[in-house]
Nanobody, 120 residues
Framework: QVQLVESGGGLVQAGGSLRLSCAASERTLIISRMGWYRQAPGKQRELVGMVTSGSTTYADAVKGRFTISRDNAKNTVILQMNSLKAEDTAVYYC???????????????WGQGTQVTVSS
């Protein structure tokens, strides 16, 4: 069973920085995309950013402040969050779409979520 293991998160003051990391438990997982979503209280889960083989996409709300980097060899993804705002407060979820072998279809995998709280 493939797992996405997240680390990082916590409490930070507005204007500060945090770094989230996510690693797939199966290094041999063939990943087509990997990134982050977030869900604030009372709101739907939304995309933060995603890395595919050819590009990186960010939500408008985080452009210029957040950076996603991916290590394909290690099947890890990092979310560097700078200039944090109170509205960035949410549970952040790592997401990956991939297949365990070329003979299998793709599946979506999710991390357990990590809380990010930004105090104003």
């Amino acid at each position: 069973q493939v797992q996405l293991v997240e680390s990082g998160g916590g409490l930070v003051q507005a204007g500060g920085s945090l770094r989230l990391s996510c690693a797939a438990s199966e290094r041999t997982l063939i990943i087509s995309r990997m990134g982050w979503y977030r869900q604030a209280p009372g709101k739907q889960r939304e995309l933060v950013g995603m890395v595919t083989s050819g590009s990186t996409t960010y939500a408008d709300a985080v452009k210029g402040r957040f950076t996603i980097s991916r290590d394909n060899a290690k099947n890890t993804v990092i979310l560097q969050m700078n200039s944090l705002k109170a509205e960035d407060t949410a549970v952040y979820y790592c997401n990956a779409r991939g297949r365990v072998s070329v003979f299998k279809s793709e599946s979506d995998y999710w991390g357990q979520g990590t809380q990010v709280t930004v105090s104003s």
